[in-house]
DNA sequence: AAGAATGTTATGTA
DNA sequence: CTACATAACATTCT
């Protein structure tokens, strides 16, 4: 069997981080079954991301291009592994574990030139080193748009998803609805910070936790998970008992507290 | 058991 | 060009 090593362990909310697994890749399936193929016996140099976009770069300039979607997910198996479950896109075969792919948006082998188009496309993201904050914080206050819509714009920001989106407008006091160019520089400078804080957090603890552990007086690793989000899919607002209204906001429902986040 | 969901993309409209 | 809406896709969970 070919050889190869991967790291591997994609994080539920989207804003996927890996720690170390040392692995072989054999026999995937599906779609990209040829590609893969070509992937046997190269090595992983490094796994890339940028916002919700993975890039696995393999030793002879192929890249595994994978963007988990809504479903998307990985799953870990013992040697040997069961039968692929489902709509398994890829499998990776390691002494001791086995990792499967199942229903991911993207899962392509692509080239160096093809990735550059997916980046270009990207804005800045608040996790990565080269992320550039001064960019991302013009863009959104010269934009018309609702700031509700224009965080979940992957060309200005990118790897803020759903749930991001209504716990840091919660925690910054703004109201989804508010137009950008109406927003001071440090409102979308707070933002800026709180979602670049809120993601580390997600990528540390493999979950996304927006909550103080001093307000929930419990760490982080012991928080249930009604006591990790303020709003999102909540009755009632955490500060001020007010009920959290819920409304389809740039084709995804967002939840707010409109007490709390008042419009201007 | 229908419907929503931690998402993107392609296409059409104003 | 911008902004926005809609549909299509794929899977799990309630």
Known sequence: MPEGHTIHRIARDQTPRFCDQRLRVSSPQGRFADGAAELNGRILREIEAHGKHLFYHWSGRRILHVHLGLYGRFRRH???????????????????????????????????????????????????????????????????????????????????????????????????????????????????????????????????ITTDPEDVGKPRSRMTRDERLHVYKKDRCPRCSGVVSSWDCGARTVYACEACQRQA
């Open 78 to 208: 013992s040697v040997p592994a069961p039968e692929p479950r489902g709509a398994v896109r890829a499998r990776v075969l390691g002494r001791e574990h086995a990792f499967d792919l199942n229903g991911p948006t993207a899962c392509d082998v692509i080239e160096e030139a093809e990735m550059e188009r997916i980046r270009s496309r990207l804005g800045q993201d608040p996790l990565r080193d080269d992320a550039d904050p001064g960019a991302a914080i013009e863009r959104i206050i010269r934009s018309r748009a609702a700031i509700g819509r224009l965080l979940l714009d992957q060309s200005v920001i990118a790897g803020v998803g759903n749930i991001f989106r209504a716990e840091a407008l919660f925690v910054c006091g703004i109201h989804p609805e508010q137009p950008c160019n109406r927003l001071g520089p440090e409102q979308a400078e707070s933002l800026w910070d709180t979602l670049a804080s809120m993601l580390r957090i997600g990528v540390r603890y493999n979950r996304i």
